[in-house]
């Protein structure tokens, strides 16, 4: 099981969480952690979003 240290909101302050054994076959990587202090659990996920056209037109035009 991989340890972190997290802010938990139940214990109110920083605590060690553990990922219990995944069903979904992530291993070490898995987003659910739990609270080793009260059981509470947590899902860890990441976004990315890919850079539109229009934020790439509102570049400043370079001076010759």
Do not use: K
């Not at 920083?14 to 509470?40: N, Q, R, W």
């Amino acid at each position: 099981m991989s340890h972190r240290e997290l802010y938990c909101d139940v214990c109110e302050g920083v605590a060690l969480f553990e990922a219990p054994p995944c069903v979904d076959s992530h291993g070490t990587d898995c987003p659910e952690l739990i609270c080793t202090g009260c059981g509470a659990a947590v899902m860890v996920g990441t976004f990315a979003f890919p850079v539109t056209r229009l934020a790439a037109r509102r570049q400043p035009a370079r001076a010759a």
